[in-house]
């Protein structure tokens, strides 16, 4: 296949080979083939350009991979999930729309930021026209389970934003505070993955469970493996952009933590960019990445868990080649660097 299948797929080299290996091909097709565009019957031309050369721009499409896999793992068929794959990914990025405002941000994706390019009242209205187009869409499915389950997650977005956005103006980090936004901004969006593939597929409510909790702990080994990725040469990512922008993130906790001076200048008004050094940085991102980890191993846990009471009795070997798809994401996750 010479076209590029997907952002999250390197685009050469051996990465690009395991990928093409460990996914089914007919998910790599879904990924290639993803429709993303808003109808113009439903939205006016401007709005339309203007998302797709914006926040429908490029991406990993992550989250419709993991829904396809899903899917795959629950052995539904995956043309079902084409809305809710589509639907996961528009609403990723009215956030990141939103986010942009609220950041103040001028770049996204190497590109000119959507407020930038536009203004600030249109990134946020187009951000809106997303969600609502995403709630109309999901709607027609007939499934109110779906609806209800993204109607969750947008709720978790708006909230988590909002802890985050009290937690800059009070320089108030706590352990849990992290992790709450954590997982409204992330896990929330993850758990759709998963959920909206045992919806569709009917499993037993004891299973629906499972993937909420697997959502929960990819969630944040997503996020904390992401902070790291700010402090990493090798990330295509903007370096230190949480840093610039006054975000204190999981790294920069841990280096709070470990610089107790700073910390408390930090907290008396000081900026965190005028602070910051390289004393303690390294173990601050190694108690980070621990902690990923162990989120990981969560979820690999959980998915033999679900393979299992999917298929009591079979087979070890029956059972790893469900999970394979799956378990390959988890370890390129961890391994990723950008």
């Not at 536009?118 to 951000?127: D, E, F, P």
């Not at 991102?285 to 191993?297: D, F, P, R, Y």
Request: aromatic share 6%; charged share 25%.
């Amino acid at each position: 296949m010479d076209k590029a299948i997907s952002p999250i797929i390197p685009s050469a080299g051996p990465m690009r080979l395991e990928f093409l290996e460990n996914i089914p091909k007919p998910i790599l097709l879904k990924l290639r083939n993803i429709e993303l565009d808003i109808p113009s019957l439903n939205c006016q031309k401007a709005i339309d350009e203007l998302l797709g050369k914006t926040v429908l721009l490029g991406g990993k499409r992550l989250r419709p991979l993991l829904t396809y896999l899903f899917a795959d793992f629950f052995s539904v068929e995956l043309a079902k999930l084409d809305t809710c794959a589509r639907a996961i990914e528009m609403v990723h990025a009215a956030s990141l729309a939103h986010d942009d405002v609220i950041d103040q941000a001028t770049q996204r994706r190497g590109n000119p930021s959507i407020n930038i390019q536009a203004s600030n009242k249109r990134a946020v209205l187009a951000g809106d026209y997303l969600l609502a187009a995403v709630i109309g869409e999901l709607t027609r499915q007939g499934n109110l389970r779906l609806v209800s389950e993204m109607a969750w997650v947008i709720e978790e977005l708006a909230t988590g934003e909002w802890i985050q956005s009290d937690a800059v103006t009070s320089r108030h980090y706590t352990e849990e505070i992290l992790e709450d936004i954590a997982v409204k901004k992330t896990s929330s969006v993850m758990s759709w993955c998963a959920v909206a593939a045992a919806i569709i597929g009917e499993v037993e409510d004891e299973l629906i469970v499972m993937t909420k909790r697997f959502g929960f702990h990819l969630g944040l080994a997503f996020q904390l493996l992401d902070d790291t990725l700010d402090f990493s040469e090798s990330s295509q990512k903007d370096a230190l952009l949480d840093l610039k922008n006054a975000q204190i993130n999981s790294v920069l906790f841990e280096w709070l933590k470990l610089n107790p001076e700073a910390r408390a200048k930090y907290e008396k008004g000081q900026d965190i960019s005028d602070l910051f050094n390289e004393n303690h940085l390294l173990e601050a991102i190694a108690k980070v990445e621990s902690i990923a980890k162990n989120h990981l191993q969560e979820c690999r846990d959980l998915l033999n868990e679900m393979a299992t009471a999917l298929a009591p009795g079979a087979s070890k070997e029956t059972l790893q080649k469900r999970q394979a798809p799956l378990l390959f994401v988890l370890n390129y996750l961890e391994g990723r660097k950008h």
